[in-house]
Every structure is written in structure tokens, then in C-alpha cells.
């Protein structure tokens, strides 16, 4: 077992999925791949904008909590990571599907809480050769990023600016604090 390896036993994870458009088929279809990937039960947080009706946000409550965030993105995950389900949380978009080799592989290089996990992301030509590799942070996707509950209490909220802009800010504090910022290859979450 490797020295850099964060104990999974001892590890209490759990998933915010952002759901923008409050969709509830594909909110139900992140939920089955979850239950189905995950052997054991994992808490969820479904995030929705400040425009779903009450209506949806009972007919989504039926499956896993609900909070309500604003209008942007980067408020819907101040809002998940302000009242986390657990201690390690994975941001996931509505529709999203969980594979637990992704989740295994992204928690394999998390040696602390300290530590903000997210997955690189490779686009591919027609012909089947990688065109683009979005290892940075700032250009990353949201979908797989984890991020411990105290170490968001430490750094703080991401700003309402365009999400590159806010996760680069964000990133600056957050080395301030001592965080490290792992890239992880093949932990993409489809």
C-alpha cells in the first residue's frame, strides 16, 4: 500500500450534484448510478437554482436532499459546499454518471484534507488522437471536483465571476492556505 494513499476506510465521502436546470430525470439518473456504483449508502445533496418551484424541489427531495442556490454555477456550489452532505465532497452535474473505479482513483492521491482532487479532461479529434488536455485547474472541468469540507471553511466561497475566473481566484487563496491541487488522469466522470 502506498504511503501517499488516503485511507478509503476511513474516508467519509459524499456527493453534491448541481442541477442547474433541475432536471429530474437526469437528477434520478446520477441517483441510480450512485446507488448502483456505490456499495454502501452515500449521502447526496441535490443543489437547485433560486428559480425551481416548490413543486420539483418536492418531487426532487423524494430521492436525496435539496438546497436551493442562486443563479450562477459558482453559487449553486458555495451553496453545496456551505452545507456539505460529508466530509470529502464530489461535485457532480445533474445527468452525470459515477463510476466507483473513478471516485477509487481520485481518492488514491489524496494523501490529506488539504488536498482539492479534480479530474483531466482530454478531447479527441474524429480520430481518436487527444487534441486538448485540460490539466490546469482554472480550465478544468467542475465534474469530479472534490474538496473537503474544512478546507472550503479555510479558503472560502468561490466568487460570482465567469467559473474560470473564480476557480483561479479561488485556487491563489486556497495555495495561501496550503492546499494542494491534484490532477488525476482517468477519474472523468461521464
Known amino acids: 500500500m502506498s504511503k501517499f494513499m488516503y ?3 476511513n474516508k467519509h ?3 453534491i450534484i448541481l442541477a442547474p436546470s433541475h ?15 456505490c456499495k454502501v449508502k452515500i449521502p447526496c445533496l441535490c443543489v437547485v437554482g433560486d428559480d425551481a418551484q416548490s413543486s420539483v424541489i418536492e418531487n426532487i427531495e423524494t430521492m436525496c436532499p435539496v438546497a436551493q442556490g442562486g443563479k450562477t454555477i459558482t453559487s449553486l456550489m458555495n451553496t453545496g459546499l456551505t452545507n456539505p452532505p460529508a466530509d470529502w465532497n464530489v461535485i457532480i452535474f445533474e445527468g452525470s454518471q459515477i463510476e466507483a473505479r473513478s471516485i477509487n482513483k481520485l481518492f488514491y492521491f489524496a494523501r ?3 488536498d482539492i482532487l479534480y479530474p483531466i479532461v482530454i478531447d479527441y ?9 485540460f490539466y490546469e485547474f482554472h480550465k ?9 469540507k474544512d478546507t472550503f471553511n479555510q479558503v472560502g466561497r468561490f466568487s460570482d465571476n465567469p467559473i474560470a475566473i473564480s476557480k483561479m481566484f479561488w485556487q491563489m ?11 488525476v488522469l482517468g477519474a472523468k466522470m461521464i
Do not use: W
Request: glycine share 12%; net charge positive.
Open 7 to 9: 485511507n478509503m476506510r
Open 173 to 183: 487563496d486556497a495555495i495561501e492556505m496550503g492546499c494542494d491541487f491534484r490532477a
Open 125 to 133: 479529434d474524429r480520430d481518436g488522437r487527444p487534441v486538448n488536455i
Open 140 to 148: 478544468g472541468t467542475l465534474n469530479g471536483l472534490t474538496i473537503h
Open 13 to 15: 465521502y459524499g456527493f
Open 23 to 37: 432536471n429530474h430525470g437526469l437528477i434520478q439518473s446520477t441517483m441510480y448510478s450512485i446507488k448502483r456504483e
Open 112 to 114: 490529506n484534507h488539504k
